[in-house]
């Protein structure tokens, strides 16, 4: 079983990500279940707007479409701004778009039978509505979402130290963060057992 965490930071290699840092959590947990873990910084990439799969030219997020398509969860982390997902965010879920007229060999959906989380970070409140925009959307695509498949962490109202600068509240995400793994990996194994065949009409 394969996992692929889709970093929406907006800071482009090698600068630290403070989601990145809690959504490691998520991955040791699903590593210690036998799952394959891969990692794209989208900051990183040439990935313009758009609703489509391949831009043709520079576009590189066709590779991270099959990268998509490898994998049986998806994580997505993202940081808090303005108490929104942020704009790299955004533009992930704009270019999976396309996936919802994609069909596997068998007629579904290419993203079912696919699981996803959401992993947030922030110094400031919105962490649930951010979970709230980018599960909606996955689920849209066709992503099945299991129950707790989150965790995020926030300083509290107001500026503040940033999630690498200081202990408050570790504990709790780092052990909802393990539970999202469990749940992830779960679901994607009763998925991988008996899945949602094609609909017939």
């Not at 079983?1 to 991955?27: D, G, H, Q, R, Y």
């Not at 699903?30 to 799969?53: E, F, N, W």
């Not at 408050?168 to 469990?182: F, V």
Request: proline share 8%.
């Amino acid at each position: 079983m394969k996992a692929l965490f889709i970093s929406c930071t907006l800071k482009p290699s090698p600068e630290p990500s403070n989601t990145e840092a809690l959504a490691a959590v998520v991955a040791e947990a699903l590593q210690a279940r036998g799952v394959t873990v891969d990692h794209v910084r989208l900051a990183d990439l040439d990935v313009p707007p758009g609703v489509v799969t391949d831009l043709g030219g520079h576009d590189q997020w066709p590779d991270v479409h099959e990268r998509l398509l490898d994998a049986e969860i998806l994580v997505v982390v993202s940081p808090t701004w303005l108490g929104r997902p942020s704009s790299v965010a955004q533009r992930m879920l704009e270019r999976m778009d396309a996936m919802l007229s994609e069909t596997s060999p068998d007629g579904t959906p290419v993203a079912y039978n696919r699981v996803a989380g959401v992993v947030v970070t922030g110094n400031e409140d919105g962490a649930h509505h951010v979970i709230s925009e980018i599960s909606g959307a996955l689920a849209d695509i066709g992503y099945t979402i299991p129950g707790q498949a989150w965790t995020y962490w926030n300083q509290g109202p107001g500026p503040g130290d940033e999630y690498p600068q200081t202990d408050h509240g570790h504990e709790w995400s780092h052990s909802t963060g393990r539970l999202m793994a469990h749940n992830l990996h779960a679901v994607a194994t009763a998925l991988a057992a008996t899945p949602v065949p094609a609909h017939q009409e």
